[in-house]
């Protein structure tokens, strides 16, 4: 019986096809080996930052419920038992109570500011074109790279001249300002992901303008407006220097200011169980918040990468 011998592929310097037998096969345990030891390595970041991270908040729980002695006896031991007279105490005689009101008040009414009129300018940047519109656009990012510290005394003699210093409206309306910047520098590029079908069709509907953006564009921005909202309230929630310099009343101060007023009182009364208390409950807000809405602030921050 005869056989067919198939003949052997020209080199590749003669011009002639290339064999697949002839091309470099990577070896594929090699590269499981070496994507297996990167998998280890960036694990073992991840488990060392999360050590990091978790490690102080879980500490400072713990020791919100201790009581002074086993704080500087036994500072890594479990509470004998739980001391909830130390968030009693910290609550009504530190007036805690009264910043986190104060507090609340200022950013809640500042946030919603800012999301209302953030988006509200970051729709028109993004989707209709006018003369300045770059212009307007780079006034804003140039806001964000603006210190704040250089701002400090002429918004003193601003919001003084303004009747609204020491008060909440006036803390209200310096944080808007103050956030805006960075809100719509943030939604314009998210509006920007937003297709226009959507917003054609409800003008050939007869839709106006103010219409279309409440009830149509301003619901598919949602993921965009969580994330931004987020970002604004950890850094609203955290804010210490602007009510610092703007919000001396005693009765109007904010939690940031408080946690600083405890330290220096308690510190002197050697009351640090109560210090700690007051430390866990500015916290738990903010990492609630986080918690809570961590899966829109994914998919905020990723929405226009995917589109």
């Not at 300018?121 to 510290?149: Q, T």
């Not at 020491?166 to 209200?172: M, Q, Y």
């Not at 405890?262 to 916290?283: E, H, P, R, T």
């Amino acid at each position: 019986m005869k056989t067919t011998e198939t003949p052997a592929p020209l080199p590749a310097e003669s011009g002639g096809p290339v064999s697949k037998v002839d091309l470099p096969v990577s070896k594929p345990g090699r590269r499981k080996k070496e994507g297996g030891v990167l998998n280890v390595f960036s694990h073992g970041v991840l488990v060392v930052w999360a050590i990091m991270v978790v490690l102080p908040l879980l500490w400072a729980v713990m020791t919100s419920f201790k009581n002074d002695s086993s704080i500087f006896g036994s500072p890594w031991a479990l509470p004998d038992r739980l001391h909830f007279e130390n968030w009693a105490r910290a609550w009504t005689d530190a007036n805690m109570s009264d910043y986190f009101l104060n507090t609340v008040l200022v950013v809640g009414g500042s946030l919603i500011g800012t999301l209302v009129l953030g988006s509200m300018a970051a729709y028109v940047l993004a989707r209709f074109d006018f003369p300045g519109n770059r212009f307007i656009y780079y006034l804003f990012i140039g806001g964000m790279s603006f210190p704040i510290m250089l701002a400090l005394v002429p918004l003193f003699y601003v919001v003084n001249n303004m009747g609204l210093l020491n008060t909440i409206h006036g803390l209200i309306l310096v944080y808007i300002a103050y956030s805006l910047p960075f809100t719509v520098f943030f939604l314009t590029a998210f509006f920007r992901t937003l297709p226009t079908s959507v917003a054609e069709a409800a003008f050939v509907d007869g839709a106006s303008h103010t219409r279309t953006f409440f009830q149509i564009m301003l619901p598919m921005a949602k993921p965009g407006l969580i994330s931004v909202g987020i970002f604004n309230f950890l850094g609203q929630w955290n804010q210490y220097m602007l009510p610092t310099v703007l919000n001396t009343d005693p009765d109007k101060k904010v939690l940031t200011q408080g946690l600083v007023q405890l330290a220096v009182s308690q510190g002197y009364k050697g009351d640090w169980s109560g210090l700690f208390a007051g430390l866990v409950m500015a916290m738990l807000p903010v990492l609630g918040a986080y918690i809570v809405f961590q899966r829109q602030v994914v998919q905020g921050l990723t929405a226009g990468a995917l589109k």
